[in-house]
Structure formats: C-alpha cells, structure tokens
C-alpha cells in the first residue's frame, strides 16, 4: 500500500542523493551530510510504516522539506570548502 511506496520512494531518493558523490560532482562533505539526512529519512519512513497514526506522516511530510533545504545546502558547503 502507500506505506509500502513511501518506503519504497524514500530509499529511491537516498540513492539518487548519493549520485553526484559517486559521479564526482561533489566531495566527501556533500556525500556525508547526504547520507547522514538519507538515514534520517529512510528512519522516518520506518516509522511511518509501523505507525498507524498521522502523527508520524505529517512528522515525515515536514521533515521532506527540510531535507531539501539542508541537502542543497549541502551542495554549497561543498563547493565553497573545497
């Protein structure tokens, strides 16, 4: 069901994060920071498939926004440091 896909997506979405690293677009600062947020969200959407309140999709939902926002500025750390 939809909690199976939002397990399914998140887990898609950590690895394509991790491209530009394996790619070589960017260094280990970009692929660290992603990879820690990625863990983060494939937790979260751990707990979403266990759950069965709303409390932890919503909590989820926000989470997804932030997780944008760092890794970009993930990208702009790693251009700038190195």
């Known amino acids: 069901g939809t909690k199976n ?3 399914l997506y998140t887990g898609a ?3 394509l994060s991790l491209l ?3 790619l070589g677009d960017f260094g280990w600062i970009y692929g660290s920071i992603a990879l820690g947020l990625g863990l983060v969200f494939i937790g979260g ?3 979403v498939k266990l759950s069965s309140g709303p409390k ?3 909590r989820l939902f926000f ?3 932030i997780y944008l926002f760092l890794l970009f500025t993930a990208m702009l750390m790693d251009r700038v440091i190195s």
């Open 63 to 65: 989470y997804s926004i």
């Open 5 to 7: 896909q939002i397990l």
């Open 45 to 47: 959407a751990l707990k």
């Open 13 to 15: 979405l950590v690895l």
């Open 56 to 58: 932890d999709s919503l």
């Open 20 to 22: 530009p690293l394996y």
